[in-house]
């Protein structure tokens, strides 16, 4: 009976190295949980890309990439995004855009937060917690 545990244990080990490779091997998700780029989350949440021309393209150049930078003008405020200083384009939007893109990057970092790995170990208490919830116990 001893010998029949130790290759039970041994099997469920190796499905488990297994497993873990394969999920290894893996490229990175598509799917909805991928995490989205900047632009992409502002462009969501209602900024308008804007393309600076003539005296506006060094003022453009200006901006800090990829912060948002907040401007009064005519008594509202408006939100600027450039998300590469190289080039002569921001993202400008109203308030409510950007109360949009906050939300849309904290729903962002929340999911991430959530489903990745905050710790790699290998613990042989929880690979026979794992072989007892299996019925190798």
Known sequence: MKGRAAW???AVMTAVIGIFLAGCATGPSSGPAASKSQADLLKDAGFRMHTAKDA???????????????????DKVLYLVCTDPASKQCF????AAYK?????AIQQSLSEDLHKVSEDRWDPEAL???ADSQGAG
């Open 8 to 10: 039970l244990g041994l």
């Open 56 to 74: 506006h393209v060094a003022y453009v150049q200006t901006l800090p990439a990829k912060k948002v930078v907040s401007n009064k003008y005519q």
């Open 92 to 95: 400008l939007g109203d308030e």
């Open 100 to 104: 949009r893109y906050q939300q849309m």
């Open 128 to 130: 026979q917690m794992w």
